[in-house]
């Protein structure tokens, strides 16, 4: 019976170290835009969200500084207009490297610089730049030694093919190969993804009679779209336009880049021809897209496939030029506020409240979700338990609150614990979207959950007791906890009785 507790304590471990991680969702952060918070608020913003990836377009000193120590890791860029001192000169690279980047690093995790965007839609033809830039940036990086965990590449839109339907025929536009061979070479030599914005809203907004909005919102009710060269059923837009590249990759032999999406969304706003930029399709196609990735669906030509994707966009941006959509991708007004609620977890669409304004509760409290698994539960409530000092007697065995005796019933005791504890605040009910607010007392019998009003009658000190994993977890260095995830990987049983 020790053999399995163990074995079980093992993969609670490897789950909370990071083993068996699936496809991540980030967010575009762009500041084109008037009455915009100040870069540490942001931060803010996107630790309250649990949001735990965030790109930006340049090396903003102030952003930069505004992320460090928060957990979040950054992928940022050099603007087209900067391509030409890039990839001229070797010292302009250096330079930049050491004045505006490795002062910040690492307590600023930055993962990836994109050098130049959607080079191929520039009035300004930069397309040969891009490479050469690109190997400028990777030598600086080399020599400080960090090209192995700054990854350098280059964002791309979808009018970098010139055929993208059906899938199987996705091809790339030769008139670029002069750059997009080299590049791609350059990609597989340093183990880069190839990035790429994809927007479904463009397919349907400019081919109505062709493209349902079913088919572009992920709806369970669109009509199947076959592929007449695979046989492969595509059922949502992203699929296929996904598909496109994978397959204008094969034709040139380029098989094993990974993809990621380095921008998509939907416009929560548009001019009055673009009836379908409303909040309620923007949180759809959001929601449904965020669920697509977290759950490594993949697309039908590669099933499974993690597929990292970053959402456009944290604000929308007043000071973008052209039509009235372009202006409207946010998901936040710039008080904070959410313009519509988005799930960030992929489980479902939970209401969320933002941090704008955040009180002490009034009749609110924190509670398990109903779309969170049982080991996410288990994992929160350890730590809540255990680091999150939460006096957890309660639900122990004989105790008011220990029935009934299920993980969401326990889980939800702590979490309000912990929420009433640490302000009552939205950052104190996320526990990585395993929680959420309500407004109904969860409170029976004489188990009593505490609100504002009930805190003084709490007794407040700190639980010495840690239990399960957590309890385990403290007691090893992060080098045993790394052993011991590797020895499970390979299917060694330990008998320690």
Same mark, same amino acid.
């Given at each position: 019976m020790a053999r399995e507790w163990f074995l079980i304590e093992l993969l609670l471990i490897?789950?909370?170290?990071?083993?068996?991680?699936? !496809?991540?969702?980030?967010?575009?952060?762009?500041?084109?835009?008037?009455?915009?918070?100040?870069?540490?608020?942001?931060?803010?913003?996107?630790?309250?969200?649990?949001?735990?990836?965030?790109?930006?377009?340049?090396?903003?000193?102030?952003?930069?500084?505004?992320?460090?120590?928060?957990?979040?890791? *950054?992928?940022?860029?050099?603007?087209? @207009?900067?391509?030409?001192?890039f990839s001229q000169y070797q010292?302009?690279?250096? /330079?930049?490297?050491? &004045?505006?980047?490795?002062?910040?690093?690492? +307590?600023?995790?930055?993962?990836?610089?994109?050098?130049?965007?959607?080079?191929?839609e520039s009035p300004e033809n930069v397309s040969s730049l891009v490479v050469p830039a690109m190997v400028n940036v990777h030598n600086a990086l080399k020599k400080v030694g960090l090209?192995?965990?700054?990854?350098?590449? @280059?964002?791309?839109?979808?009018?970098?093919?010139?055929?993208?339907?059906?899938?199987?025929?996705?091809?790339?536009?030769? @008139?670029?190969?002069?750059?997009?061979?080299?590049?791609?070479?350059?990609l597989v030599e340093n183990e880069s993804p190839f990035m790429v914005d994809v927007y479904p809203y463009y397919a349907y907004r400019?081919?109505?009679?062709?493209?349902?909005?079913?088919?572009? *919102?992920?709806?369970?009710?669109?009509?199947?779209?076959?592929?007449?060269?695979t046989g492969l059923v595509y059922t949502n837009m992203f699929d296929a336009q996904i598909d496109s590249i994978?397959?204008?990759?094969?034709?040139?032999?380029?098989? /094993? *880049?990974?993809?990621?999406? /380095?921008?998509?969304?939907?416009?929560?706003?548009?001019?009055? @021809?673009?009836? !379908?930029? /409303?909040?309620?399709?923007?949180?759809?196609?959001?929601?449904?897209?965020?669920r697509h990735v977290v759950n490594d669906s993949g697309t039908p030509a590669k099933p499974g496939e993690e597929i990292d994707t970053y959402i456009f966009s944290l604000f929308n941006e007043n000071r973008k030029p052209g039509i009235a959509s372009e202006r409207n991708w946010g998901l936040f007004y710039p008080d904070q506020t959410s313009i519509y609620s988005l799930d960030w977890s992929g489980r479902g669409n939970v209401d969320i409240s933002t941090g704008a304004?955040?009180?002490?509760? &009034?009749?609110?409290?924190?509670?398990?979700? +109903?779309?969170?698994?049982?080991?996410?539960?288990?994992?929160? *409530?350890?730590?809540?338990?255990?680091?999150?000092?939460?006096d957890c007697s309660a639900i122990q065995p004989s105790q008011p609150c220990y029935q009934p005796d299920t993980t969401a019933s326990h889980a939800s005791f702590a979490f309000n614990s912990y929420f009433q504890m640490n302000g009552a605040n939205d950052v104190a009910c996320s526990f990585g979207g395993a929680a959420m607010k309500t407004t109904k007392d969860p409170s029976y019998d004489t188990c009593v959950y505490a609100n504002s009003s009930k805190l003084s009658m709490m007794n407040s000190s700190t639980s010495e007791v840690q239990t399960g994993t957590a309890r385990m977890i403290s007691r090893l260095s992060i080098l045993e906890l790394a052993g011991l995830v590797s020895l499970l990987s390979f299917g060694i049983v330990f008998d320690i009785m």
């Open positions: 490897s789950s909370l170290i990071g083993f068996g991680q699936c !496809a991540k969702i980030g967010i575009c952060y762009g500041r084109n835009a008037d009455d915009l918070p100040t870069p540490d608020k942001v931060a803010q913003l996107v630790q309250l969200h649990s949001i735990k990836y965030v790109r930006i377009y340049d090396s903003n000193i102030d952003v930069l500084k505004a992320f460090a120590n928060t957990g979040v890791e *950054l992928m940022i860029g050099v603007p087209n @207009s900067d391509l030409l001192p010292s302009n690279v250096d /330079t930049w490297l050491k &004045n505006s980047i490795l002062p910040y690093y690492p +307590a600023t995790m930055i993962t990836y610089i994109t050098v130049g965007a959607e080079v191929t090209h192995k965990r700054i990854k350098v590449s @280059s964002t791309h839109s979808l009018g970098i093919l010139s055929r993208s339907f059906p899938p199987s025929a996705g091809a790339f536009n030769s @008139s670029y190969a002069y750059f997009l061979k080299p590049m791609l070479e350059f400019d081919s109505r009679k062709n493209v349902s909005l079913d088919y572009t *919102l992920f709806s369970s009710t669109a009509p199947d779209v076959i592929d007449p060269n994978f397959y204008a990759l094969m034709a040139l032999n380029f098989k /094993t *880049l990974e993809l990621m999406v /380095t921008e998509s969304g939907w416009p929560n706003k548009g001019a009055i @021809s673009e009836t !379908a930029a /409303t909040p309620d399709n923007a949180q759809t196609y959001n929601t449904n897209l965020i304004n955040i009180t002490s509760s &009034n009749g609110t409290w924190c509670v398990a979700s +109903a779309n969170a698994t049982e080991a996410d539960l288990q994992n929160a *409530l350890n730590w809540a338990c255990g680091p999150g000092n939460v």
